[in-house]
T-cell receptor, first 113, second 113 residues
């Protein structure tokens, strides 16, 4: 069985500061990895995904994530936070050949002016 | 391009009343379809998923049911709502091959009073 751990239910940063949202997974084989963003009272939107190949993945809105197999991690980063980045972020894992993802519990990103 | 619709957007229902939430997808054929629930302050809970018309898998035993009467239509129902059914209900779709990233609808906010 696979699992996803998002360290920190809330992360607070100042506008312009680095954003780092952590995601660790457990899986018997390298899975597909995803980050989704959810703005208040909206559905989730795919930010980026890792499937194969280059381990540094770029997504929308200036976010990127790096797959580190040895650390079983897929942390999400953005060099400079913007007020509009305030949202809930979910990391998700899907085993290859499965269409049922496992979601982390989410991290709420708070951006201070 | 593909779009996913959910309605109603918000719903307030008394305990014991029936429920019907509808989800439709446009621009794709034979998608996998999913129903999730988000309770306040909690993560995503997968309720049902479907890989084809009439094929429904339940992840959590409860007083909810799902149906897929048409290829791109997914309905969530209940005969008698409980207070614990309150939450934000999300419908999602994914392709039936590849990496199975999910695309979410705008959600329905259900309050059971």
């Amino acid at each position: 069985a696979q699992s996803v751990t998002q360290l920190g239910s809330h992360v607070s940063v100042s506008e312009g500061a680095l954003v780092l949202l952590r995601c660790n997974y457990s899986s018997s084989v390298p899975p597909y990895l995803f980050w989704y963003v959810q703005y208040p009272n909206q559905g989730l939107q795919l930010l980026l995904k890792y499937t194969t190949g280059a381990t540094l993945v770029k997504g929308i809105n200036g976010f990127e994530a790096e797959f580190k197999k040895s650390e079983t991690s897929f942390h999400l980063t953005k060099p400079s936070a913007h007020m509009s980045d305030a949202a809930e972020y979910f990391c998700a894992v899907t085993s290859r050949g499965s269409y049922i993802p496992t979601f982390g519990r989410g991290t709420s990103l708070i951006v201070h002016p | 391009s593909q779009t996913i619709h959910q309605w109603p957007a918000t719903l307030v229902q008394p305990v014991g009343s029936p429920l019907s939430l509808e989800c439709t997808v446009e621009g794709t054929s034979n998608p996998n379809l999913y129903w999730y629930r988000q309770a306040a302050g909690r993560g995503l809970q997968l309720l049902f998923y479907s890989v084809g018309i009439g094929q429904i898998s339940s992840e959590v035993p409860q007083n909810l049911s799902a149906s897929r009467p048409q290829d791109r239509q997914f309905i969530l129902s209940s005969k008698k709502l409980l207070l614990s059914d309150s939450g934000f209900y999300l419908c999602a779709w994914s392709v039936t091959a590849g990496t199975y990233e999910q695309y979410f609808g705008p959600g329905t906010r259900l309050t059971v009073t």
